[in-house]
T-cell receptor, first 110, second 117 residues
Framework: LAKTTQPISMDSYEGQEVNITCSHN???????ITWYQQFPSQGPRFIIQ???TKVTNEVASLFIPADRKSSTLSLPRVSLSDTAVYYC???????????FGSGTQLTVLP | ETGVTQTPRHLVMGMTNKKSLKCEQH?????MYWYKQSAKKPLELMFV???????ENNSVPSRFSPECPNSSHLFLHLHTLQPEDSALYLC????????????????FGPGTRLTVL
């Protein structure tokens, strides 16, 4: 399983764009990159998944460079309710191989 | 609502008690999972059931016993637990595609907050 490294914590202000970068230097050819969000005392929630280039949905964008050794989750115009832990996972798409790291604690300030 | 429900939401038990956690998914998925999340620690995958068959047991102590009677229900039977087993226990489900291709993302329940005295 490819190991991921992401910042332990980040602070931002309401209305700003937040970019959280994840490093995964030993990503394999068949691996996908998936991001989850977790609020305190709740289960994680799927945000976005991608393989290469850029993926966008209604809540976030995921930027993946050509070498795929890193990825960046972009949250546009964050609000206080976006305060949560964000996990980056890398795997071959098999849900059985999901390994959650420590994640990034994002705190949005007023 | 994620389509995955867990009961009870909170549970306090003594070390000699026997209790069970219940999980139900209403998404038509064919795989279900138990995770443990201790305070300020990453999620730990405990068990995986794929098409009602247990496919993974990540070195979980025998005082935790899973049961999957059908693809919609998953139980975690608890007995003679230790205080260090106090944690948030999360259930998840997903659609697993046996013939290759990317499996679907996991949908998590709200969790059961377990306290062992």
């Amino acid at each position: 399983l490819a190991k991921t490294t992401q910042p332990i914590s980040m602070d931002s202000y309401e209305g700003q764009e937040v970019n959280i970068t994840c490093s995964h230097n030993n990503i394999a050819t068949n691996d996908y990159i998936t991001w989850y969000q977790q609020f305190p005392s709740q289960g994680p929630r799927f945000i976005i998944q991608g393989y290469k280039t850029k993926v966008t949905n209604e809540v976030a964008s995921l930027f993946i460079p050509a070498d795929r050794k890193s990825s960046t989750l972009s949250l546009p115009r964050v609000s206080l309710s976006d305060t949560a832990v964000y996990y980056c996972l890398v795997g071959d798409g098999s849900a059985r191989q999901l390994t959650f790291g420590s994640g990034t604690q994002l705190t949005v300030l007023p | 609502e994620t389509g995955v429900t867990q009961t009870p939401r909170h549970l306090v038990m003594g070390m000699t008690n026997k209790k069970s956690l219940k999980c139900e998914q209403h998404l038509g998925h064919n795989a279900m999972y138990w995770y443990k999340q201790s305070a300020k620690k990453p999620l730990e995958l405990m068990f995986v059931y794929n098409f009602k068959e247990q496919t993974e047991n990540n070195s979980v102590p025998s005082r935790f016993s899973p049961e999957c009677p059908n693809s919609s229900h998953l139980f975690l039977h608890l007995h003679t637990l230790q205080p260090e087993d106090s944690a948030l226990y999360l259930c998840a489900s997903s659609q697993v595609y046996q013939r290759g291709g990317r499996d679907g993302e996991q949908f998590f329940g709200p969790g059961t907050r377990l306290t062992v005295l």
